[in-house]
């Protein structure tokens, strides 16, 4: 990824879903656990769709509402997963404490709290059929969601 104000960060890989009807235990050990990835990617074809018409999308949430406008606009239907993805490492970005995991292969969810777990694929393919709730606006319902946990 390549937005002017990232900070660099390594792009990680999501941990892969449990196959369906099957889960491995795995004893704890004492070695220490790596954290839960951040920083994703998954939006590259989203970020050039706006690089070509000289616009810059930062993981800040003042980019929703850009995003918003060029859904309304017609934003191509094909960019729903890199809207999902984008919108997930936003999350992961502003939310203390978020982080991607993966319960079913395919689908990404994004964890902001210990009871709420946000499909941020599905909410993007919502938004593109549907004007409200927009990103704006469901990404205030998540912070709501976090003040009401804490």
């Known amino acids: 990824m390549s937005a002017p104000d990232d900070s660099g960060e390594p792009l990680q890989k999501l941990?892969?879903?449990m196959p369906k009807r099957y889960?491995?235990?795995k004893p704890v050990t004492s070695e220490a656990v790596a954290p839960p990835p951040t920083n994703v990617g998954g939006y590259d074809e989203l970020l050039n769709y706006f690089q070509e018409r000289g616009q810059t999308l930062p993981r800040k949430a003042e980019s929703l509402a850009t995003l918003d406008q060029a859904i309304n606009?017609?934003?191509a239907a094909e960019l729903v997963r890199p809207i999902g993805m984008f919108y997930g490492d936003l999350l992961?970005?502003?939310?203390?404490?978020?982080?991607?995991?993966?319960?079913?292969e395919?689908?990404?969810?994004?964890?902001?709290?210990?009871?709420?777990?946000?499909?941020v694929v599905h909410i993007a393919l919502r938004r593109i059929?549907?004007?409200?709730?927009?990103?704006e606006q469901n990404y205030a319902h998540v912070l709501e969601?976090?003040?009401?946990?804490?």
Do not use: K, M
């Open 73 to 75: 606009d017609g934003l």
């Open 145 to 150: 969601l976090v003040r009401q946990e804490q």
């Open 15 to 17: 941990p892969a879903g």
């Open 106 to 119: 395919g689908y990404p969810l994004v964890r902001v709290t210990r009871n709420v777990a946000i499909d």
């Open 129 to 135: 059929a549907t004007p409200n709730p927009t990103l």
């Open 92 to 104: 992961t970005h502003t939310v203390p404490g978020a982080h991607w995991e993966v319960v079913e």
């Open 23 to 25: 889960a491995e235990y």
